[in-house]
């Protein structure tokens, strides 16, 4: 097969632009994605295809329990309201606070007592919410005064999905584009990158951003990619649609005109059949992973260290809590090493609820049973605690996460499959989250679920769907009759002018249909999904629900599905702590639970709206610990953690835009919805992983792919 790019290569076909750019491609019925059977090669130590690890899945009797329990151990109203409250105080073990925030602006979100200008913590609980002299009989000698100074006091922000522990990794070697305003300057972040980074390391760019956001509004070319990396091995990716191989990554992949079209995707090819360097994500986003799954990686001390700096950056952001969906190459408990050391050594400065995600296709009962047999519901401590199952329960039922590309429609066996698995978490007590873009898919989960409540009740188990720009009125109420809850992500900030481009404005006007679910009184919680298919900036998903503009400023949403800012705040902090069940411990700053809070650096609510991507905290604490300071607080927190190996890029671009001007987010002239699509969909099979040799691979290694 050969996806051909005719005169002027595919450099002249990334702008995107209302009308269809130069892009002259092979005809698309030509264009077929190989399916092959999914027989498993000969031989009992199979290796993963790209890392060379042994395969992640396990019998059901392969993982003694003490070795399974050994590891799992390891890881172990506003406040301008104009109404008088009245102060609520419980008493500190000594009588006396350990800090005391005053001078404050504080936003509880506890409908009991929604605003204050004073909180008091002692040990790791809020002990007074209040007055200044409410809280008075908490001083003494030894309690710290911290003057807000008139500062926004929220609870900490919660992050309902996202995939921190795979992200974690990676994060301290990745040149992140979130948030930067310019192509010009993201390109010249990868020239002066390019000239520090060693061999045989990679430039890497892995997501969370959108040529939208640029003034360009395009993609960069492969010209300016070769251009500003040289003989320096570099890889762009751009959310889950396509990636940029520069000609040095070329020569390091080996890739030549004999090299196969990866899974799922096709490889852009001159006129000799050589790779250009553009791969384009067609049935399966393994086409991508499968070229970032060949890039070197950080030691495994190093992982850890570049997870310590990811937690920093959610910090700064403000941010105290999450939950992590899972991933393919995230088994349980062998690949979580890093966040298990972190965890064991009582370092984690986020509290991180997880799920376990299905690892071997077609093999998901055997997954969970394997687990189950080993692991109970809620395990771990405060900080790292397993919560359920998902995203991913069963691989057959999910869909899509490229609003580009036509969907794939889930095979006949799926329900068989689902209901398998279903029926046994449910038996045994577990939550569940099902990833579901689009209602077709919706529709067939939600008949399996009715199916398995028929049996085994599952309407107490605080089960829901993830994602769902697409669900209908009819899936709604299907939902909310069987106890469901939605876990939304701010995906569509990033790739609302794809969704456009393919759905057209009315159907993008309720993706997803916040007005409707409100109304319907469905719980729901706002996650990020970063840190490739989106932003991890949670701050970016808040300015998305109060807008309904995409960080490019095209307005998608309707009025009707417009939030105000105090319901977005709460989306991101008090709801997530229900899907997570957790709700009488976080979520609002309330005396009793946990003194987890940010201090933020600006007026949350009378900032103007086009600025609030740029929010971040001044001072953040967790558990009744400063874990972040800036400006006048940074003395109150940690040091920040050195950079190591001093090359890394989080040395010289760290966090969320620094590189971005103040202005991010403010572009609102004109709607830019066109989209020039690279390549056709092919709908005609499942997905089914195969290797460069014609062997199958099941999504099942330790080097983090999905």
């Not at 031989?43 to 899945?57: I, S, Y």
């Not at 979100?109 to 007074?128: F, H, Q, S, Y």
């Not at 990686?297 to 999450?322: A, V, W, Y």
């Not at 929010?615 to 040091?639: C, E, F, H, N, R």
Request: aromatic share 8%; charged share 20%; proline share 5%.
């Amino acid at each position: 097969m050969r996806f051909t790019v005719r005169r002027g290569g595919c450099d002249d076909t990334s702008r995107l632009t209302a009308t269809p750019p130069s892009l002259t491609l092979a005809p698309t019925t030509n264009i077929r994605t190989p399916v092959r059977s999914n027989e498993t090669c000969s031989g009992e130590k199979r290796m993963c295809l790209f890392c060379g690890t042994k395969p992640f899945g396990f019998e059901a009797a392969s993982l003694s329990r003490r070795h399974f329990m050994a590891g799992a151990a390891a890881m172990g109203g506003l406040y301008a309201a104009a109404r008088t409250v009245e102060p609520v105080v419980a008493l500190a073990q000594d009588g006396k606070a350990d800090i005391i925030i005053e001078n404050a602006k504080v936003v509880t979100l506890d409908p009991k007592t929604p605003r204050a200008e004073a909180i008091a913590i002692a040990g790791d609980k809020i002990v007074g919410v209040g007055s200044r002299r409410d809280l008075e009989q908490f001083r003494g000698p030894s309690t710290r005064i911290v003057d807000a100074g008139q500062r926004v006091v929220v609870p900490g922000l919660n992050d309902a999905h996202t995939h921190f522990i795979r992200g974690g990794l990676t994060y301290s070697q990745e040149v992140r584009w979130d948030g930067v305003p310019s192509l010009a300057l993201a390109l010249q972040m990868l020239k002066e990158q390019a000239a520090r980074t060693p061999a045989p390391h990679w430039v890497q760019v892995m997501g969370g951003w959108t040529p939208h956001q640029f003034k360009e509004k395009r993609l960069p070319t492969l010209e300016e990619i070769n251009a500003a990396t040289g003989d320096v091995p570099c890889y762009v990716m751009h959310l889950y649609d396509r990636g940029f191989v520069n000609k040095a990554g070329l020569r390091a992949l080996g890739w030549n005109r004999d090299t196969p079209e990866p899974f799922g995707g096709v490889i852009a090819r001159d006129g000799s059949g050589m790779p250009t360097g553009l791969v384009v994500a067609t049935t399966s986003l393994v086409s991508l992973l499968s070229v970032f799954a060949k890039v070197p990686k950080l030691s495994p001390e190093d992982q850890i260290t570049s997870t310590r700096h990811m937690m920093r950056e959610l910090n700064r952001l403000g941010m105290t809590s999450l939950i992590d969906a899972g991933g393919g190459g995230q088994n349980y408990p062998e690949h979580y090493q890093a966040i298990a050391k972190l965890a064991a050594d009582k370092a984690l400065t986020v509290r991180i609820g997880y799920t376990l995600m299905a690892q071997r296709p077609g093999r998901e009962i055997e997954d969970y049973k394997g687990w189950l047999a080993k692991a109970k519901l809620y395990e771990g401590d405060d900080y790292f605690r397993l919560c359920g199952a998902g995203e991913y329960t069963v691989w057959a039922a999910g869909d899509n996460t490229n609003f580009a590309k036509d969907p794939i429609m889930q095979p006949p066996i799926m329900e068989e499959k689902l209901t398998e698995v279903l029926t046994f978490v449910a038996q045994n007590g577990w939550p569940f989250r099902m990833h579901a873009s689009f209602d077709f898919t919706a529709q067939r989960i939600l008949g399996v679920v009715e199916k398995v409540h028929k049996q085994v009740p599952v309407d107490k188990l605080r089960w829901g769907l993830e994602h769902c720009e697409g669900i209908t009125a009819r899936s709604l109420e299907r939902l909310q009759a069987l106890g469901g809850s939605l876990g939304l992500q701010n995906r569509m900030s990033l790739d609302g002018e794809a969704y456009v481009e393919k759905w057209g404005l009315e159907a993008s006007a309720d993706a997803p249909a916040f007005g409707r679910i409100r109304e319907m009184g469905i719980p729901y919680a706002l996650g990020t999904d970063g840190n490739r298919a989106a932003s991890h900036n949670p701050w970016v998903g808040i300015q998305w629900l109060v807008t309904g503009r995409t960080v490019g400023g095209l307005r998608h949403a309707a009025e009707r599905n417009l939030l105000s800012r105090e319901e977005a705040l709460k989306a991101y902090t008090t709801n997530g702590a229900y899907i997570s069940n957790e709700e009488d411990k976080k979520g609002t700053l309330s005396v009793g639970k946990w003194a987890d809070l940010a201090v933020l650096n600006e007026d949350y609510f009378s900032i103007p709206e086009d600025r609030i991507s740029q929010m971040s905290a001044a001072l953040t604490i967790v558990g009744g610990k400063v874990v972040y300071g800036d400006g006048q607080y940074a003395g109150l927190a940690p040091a920040a953690l050195a950079v190591a190996p001093d090359w890394l890029p989080i040395k010289h671009y760290a966090g969320y835009g620094r590189q971005a001007s103040a202005d991010f987010g403010s572009r609102h002239a004109g709607l830019d919805d066109g989209r020039a699509l690279a390549a056709a969909m092919i709908a005609d099979a499942m997905p089914t992983v195969v290797g460069d040799d014609g062997r199958s691979w099941t999504l099942g290694c330790g080097c983090g792919l999905l």
